[in-house]
């Protein structure tokens, strides 16, 4: 759409029904932008690449997340029976620093093929580490 010679952008819009990567989501920015896609939005799909650490697969992580404060407003919906937009979300096993994101021959098939839309939210959080590490 243009307003008087601008262009608006619409996440509402742009996002509808789009099948969306979150890199990051496990973050502060990265969870924020998820409660927001999944309230805001009518996304199809929110695949959420995470890493398994210690003893939690991804799936597991996701899981803890989702049951966050930060998602109250959309449990609430999902109790009342308005709707339950947790179903959208799916964990996808992988590592941004690995060669094809670390994902398995399914999952990147399944991200090659469904994936409409990247969200990069992810960082790495050692402030003091060297530029090379960084950059990787």
Excluded: W
């Excluded at 608006?8 to 989501?25: D, I």
């Excluded at 999944?38 to 799909?45: S, W």
């Excluded at 994101?101 to 580490?129: K, P, W, Y």
């Amino acid at each position: 759409r243009h307003f008087q010679g601008t262009m608006a952008f619409s996440p509402r819009e742009a996002l509808a029904g789009a099948t969306v990567l979150l890199t990051g989501g496990l973050g502060f920015l990265g969870s924020v932008c998820l409660e927001q896609l999944l309230r805001l939005t009518e996304v199809e799909k929110a695949y959420l690449l995470v890493r398994g650490k210690k003893h939690l697969t991804a799936a597991q992580r996701v899981e803890n997340l989702l049951r966050l404060p930060l998602f109250h407003q959309l449990h609430d919906e999902a109790r009342s029976g308005r709707r339950n937009v947790f179903t959208k979300v799916q964990a996808v096993e992988g590592d941004l620093t690995l060669p094809g994101l670390g994902l398995s021959a399914g999952d990147a098939a399944a991200v090659r093929n469904e994936v409409t839309v990247i969200i990069h939210c992810a960082a790495d959080i050692d402030l003091d580490a060297p530029i090379q590490k960084t950059l990787k």
